[in-house]
């Protein structure tokens, strides 16, 4: 975001305020004022401020606090054709998000101070929103030996992850849950056990063994996950697991919860969406990692979202051009993009009645920011001004060709939705306005 004066003043009147800092889903007014919340009641009276303010009418509109997606690949430094930071919190701003967390698998790495510094220096000047990066877990995400916490946390880093590969030594595991504790940093986990899931191309079950191609176990995710909560209560690290999406992993979290284990996790909104059927008609849109699985999964998953097992819903955003993307199923690469479109999936699961309003709203803003450790996804007086409005009841399809993003890998273009973002304001700054 560029440094900016934050002299404007807002008046949201008549909204549907969802706060889960605090627990209120009310009708009331939303006064902004110098990029601060200043006040939240019914029939606001604004005084002297009201000839600087303006004026929005959100009746029949939700106003909650800004969406934070904790999981998202901007693809620059190094990958500028896919996605950039300006052109990434774009799309960020007009999916209804105020702040991301973007993943370290950049060329180069981000696993040293000057590469957290750049995305941090270039989020400032081109980026339409709060931008809080990922360091890796370990040096070039080899996997071999520990990048240096300390400078990367110094530098502005606000977790670290080896995304997009796992982990899989787990002594280096232990290791990073150990020394990132003392840093407070947040250990994010890509759980896949390469040696299960090696060379598969899509979920095994059925699907795959009818079209013939090779399979990836729900185990794969499963046995990682299952180490890392071990190591997580061997160490007292704070661990959080990445993109779940099979049954067992719920069950894995929600029972290490119980035991107190410090977990959190979060799924993606593809994973309780999409099933492997549609892999069939081979449209490599659909090829992601980790896969999406049977129906049984997603309504696991649901399950875990509904009991709050699974904390957060993050896009896992991962933009790729046709260059990588529109090839044979076997050649093209793992991802989807999503920052445009998981709100409105998201409302799916509400109307559906899987999630409340008030619980979507949390995985989508102060859950993640409690996870990341970082003072928004509140509406709390006095707070930074980072809001988004939701129009609930607006109908449209999704179409890549009005994304922000570079890239088109959507596999929900065509898709009939209800509900978006129709304004986001950062730091009291209208960013995004439909
Ligand atoms: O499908 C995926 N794409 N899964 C990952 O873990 C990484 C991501 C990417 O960076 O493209």
Redesign the pocket.
Known sequence: MQPHENSGAFIFRNGRVLDPSRTIDRIADVLVVDGRIAEINAGLDIGGISERARTIDATGKWIVPGLIDMHV?L?EPGEEYKETIASGTAAAVAGGFTGIAC?P?THPVNDCAAITQFILERAKYYGSCRVFPVAAISRNLEGNNLAEYGELRDAGAIAVSD???PVVNALLMRRALEYAQTFDLLVIA?S?DPTLSGGGLMNEGEISTRIGLRGIPNAAEEVMIARDLLLAELTGGRLHI??VSTAGSVHLIRSAKSRGISVTAETAPHYFTLNDELISGFDPVY????PIRSLKDIAAIKEGLADGTLDAIAS?H???SVVEKDLEFEFA????IGLETSLPLALELVREGVISPLQAIAKMSFNPAAILKIPFGTLRKGAPADLTIIDPDLEYVIDVNRFRSKSRNCPFHGRAVKGRAIMTLVDGRLAFSE
Do not use: L, T
Not at 287 to 290: A, E, H, R
Not at 333 to 336: E, I, L, P, V
């Open positions: 690949h693809r993943m698998n995304d997009g590969r890509h896949e990445a993109h090829k992601v990692n980790p896992d991962a933009p790729h690469a793992n991802g989807m």
